[in-house]
C-alpha cells in the first residue's frame, strides 16, 4: 500500500506515532525466520479472520501478534513470541489497523 494511502487512514500523529513503532522493532520483523513464517501463514489463512468473523471475505494483507511480541521481558522471550504460530491472526490493512488503535473500531 503506498505511503499517500497509509496517511488516509492514519491521523498524522497516530502515522507518526507507528513509524516510530516500526522503526524500534525493525530488526524483528527483518527476521529470516519471521518472513517465512509470515508468508507461509499468509498462504495458510487467506481471508482476513475479523471480517469472516462478521461474515465477509476479504483477502488477508498483515499477519498480526495476538500477544505482542515487545511484551517478552527477554530477548528470547521476544522470540518466542514472534514466531509463535499460536500467537498470529491474518487480518486485512483496515482490522489491522483497528486492532492497533490507529482506526475507531
Known amino acids: ?12 500523529k497516530n502515522n ?24 507461509y501463514y499468509m498462504m495458510l489463512h ?9 461474515g465477509r471475505s476479504v483477502p ?9 511480541f515487545s511484551t517478552g521481558e527477554t530477548e528470547e522471550e521476544k522470540m518466542k513470541l514472534l514466531l509463535d504460530p499460536d500467537n498470529l491472526v491474518c487480518l486485512c490493512r483496515t482490522c489491522h489497523l483497528k486492532r492497533h488503535g490507529y482506526l475507531n473500531k
Do not use: F, S
Open 1 to 12: 500500500m503506498p505511503y499517500i494511502t497509509k496517511r488516509k487512514l492514519c491521523p498524522r
Open 16 to 39: 507518526e506515532a507507528r513509524e516510530r513503532h516500526n522503526n524500534k522493532w525493525n530488526h524483528y520483523y527483518q527476521n529470516r525466520q519471521w518472513k517465512l513464517l509470515r508468508d
Open 60 to 68: 488477508a494483507e498483515e499477519v498480526h501478534h495476538k500477544i505482542p
Open 46 to 54: 487467506p481471508i482476513c479472520a475479523d471480517c469472516a468473523i462478521e
